[in-house]
C-alpha cells in the first residue's frame, strides 16, 4: 500500500460524503494504491451511517467506530495502528484542509523529508478565539522542542511510516509528532497548504484547549532531552539546591559566630533544612526516573538509538 490517509470524525455528518468524494477526485488520477481510514470518534450524530454506506460501496474506505468520545489524539493513534500504507497523511474531516494538498505533501516526501508538516499560512478561522492562541502555542512549542514550524495544529501532515513506530500519542500528542519524530532523527519541513473556512457543523476546539497543550508542551519537552536521561534533569537541581543550602547553612553559622545572631531566630536556618531536604529528594526522584526508564527500555526490547540504514549487514543480522 502507498498512502494512508487518516482521517477522525466526530459529528461531521454534513461534511463526509464531499471529503470523500474530493479525497478520491485527487488519488484516483495519480496512480497510487490507497485507503482512507476513517475513525468516528463516537459522534451521536449520522456520520456512521454515511461512513457505512460509503465503505459498502468502497472498499478502501476503512471505518473504525468508537464506543464512546476518546478525543482526536485517540482517533489518531487508532488511524496509525490500522494504517498500512508507506506514507501516511492525516486530515480534518470539517472539510477545513484541502484535499489537493495531498500530492504536494507527497512531493516532498519524494524529496526525502520524513515529515512534511501543513502551514495554514491564511487561516479562515476566528482570529481572537483559535488564531491569536494558536500563533502564541507555536512560538512556545518551536522554542521548547527546538523544531520550528508555523502551525503545529495543521492536521494535514505527511509521515514516512517508519517515523511513526514507537511514538505513543497521548492527550493531545498528537500535534506533537513532528517534534516527537525529530528526536529519532526524522527530516522535518513544513509546507503552505490551503485552508477553508468552516461550512458545515461547528468547531470543537476553543481557547479553553491552550491548558492542556501547554502540559503536554511539558511532557514533550521532557521526552525529548530527559527520557533516556531523567537523572540529568532532576539531579542537576538537586545538587544546586544542596550546594545553596551549605551557603546559606554556612552564612548563618557566620552570623551566629561573628554577631551572636540566634540561629533559632534566624530564617536562613529554616531555608538550610528546607534546601537540604529538597535537594536529596530531587536526586532521590532522578535515581528513582533511571530505575524506570531502564525498566521500560530493557523490559519491552527497545533501543535507544534510531537506525535510518545499514550496508553491507551480514546475513545473521537480518
Not at 494538498?101 to 523529508?113: A, F, T
Not at 527546538?146 to 495544529?153: N, P, R
Not at 514507537?166 to 497548504?193: D, N
Amino acid at each position: 500500500m502507498d498512502l494512508s490517509v487518516v482521517i477522525p470524525i466526530y459529528y461531521e455528518e454534513a461534511n463526509i460524503r464531499p471529503l470523500y468524494e474530493a479525497v478520491t477526485a485527487v488519488l484516483d488520477p495519480i496512480g497510487l494504491s490507497y485507503e482512507i481510514i476513517t475513525v468516528d470518534d463516537g459522534s451521536g450524530d449520522g456520520s456512521f451511517a454515511v461512513l457505512k454506506e460509503l465503505a459498502l460501496a468502497d472498499k478502501r474506505l476503512r471505518v473504525i467506530r468508537f464506543r464512546r468520545n476518546f478525543g482526536q489524539t485517540a482517533a489518531m493513534a487508532a488511524g496509525f495502528e490500522a494504517a498500512r500504507g508507506s506514507v501516511i497523511i492525516p486530515m480534518d474531516g470539517d472539510l477545513q484542509n484541502d484535499p489537493a494538498d495531498i500530492p504536494l505533501l507527497l512531493e516532498k516526501i519524494r524529496e526525502g523529508y520524513d515529515v512534511v508538516s501543513g502551514w495554514r499560512k491564511d487561516r479562515q478561522d476566528a482570529f481572537i478565539n483559535r488564531t491569536l492562541p494558536s500563533r502564541i502555542a507555536n512560538g512556545l512549542i518551536s522554542r521548547m522542542t527546538g523544531v520550528h514550524l508555523h502551525d503545529y495544529g495543521c492536521t494535514l501532515k505527511a509521515y514516512r511510516r517508519e517515523v511513526l513506530e514507537g511514538i505513543g500519542l497521548y492527550g493531545e500528542m498528537h500535534r506533537f509528532v513532528p517534534a516527537l519524530a525529530s528526536r529519532v532523527g526524522a527530516k522535518v519541513t513544513e509546507l503552505a497548504v490551503r485552508h477553508h473556512p468552516r461550512l458545515h457543523g461547528q468547531s470543537k476546539y476553543g481557547i479553553s484547549r491552550t491548558m492542556r497543550v501547554v502540559l503536554d508542551l511539558i511532557t514533550v519537552r521532557f521526552l525529548l532531552s530527559y527520557a533516556t536521561k531523567p537523572i540529568q534533569l532532576f539531579g542537576k537541581w538537586g545538587i544546586y539546591a544542596v550546594l545553596l543550602s551549605f551557603v546559606t547553612g554556612g552564612a548563618t553559622l557566620w552570623m551566629k559566630l561573628v554577631n551572636d545572631y540566634s540561629m533559632n531566630r534566624n530564617p536562613l536556618l529554616i531555608l538550610t533544612a528546607f534546601l537540604l531536604f529538597m535537594g536529596v529528594q530531587f536526586i532521590a526522584l532522578g535515581l528513582l526516573g533511571e530505575l524506570n526508564a531502564r525498566t521500560w527500555y530493557e523490559s519491552q526490547g527497545k533501543p535507544v538509538y534510531t537506525v535510518r540504514e545499514r550496508l553491507n549487514e551480514p546475513d545473521d543480522h537480518v
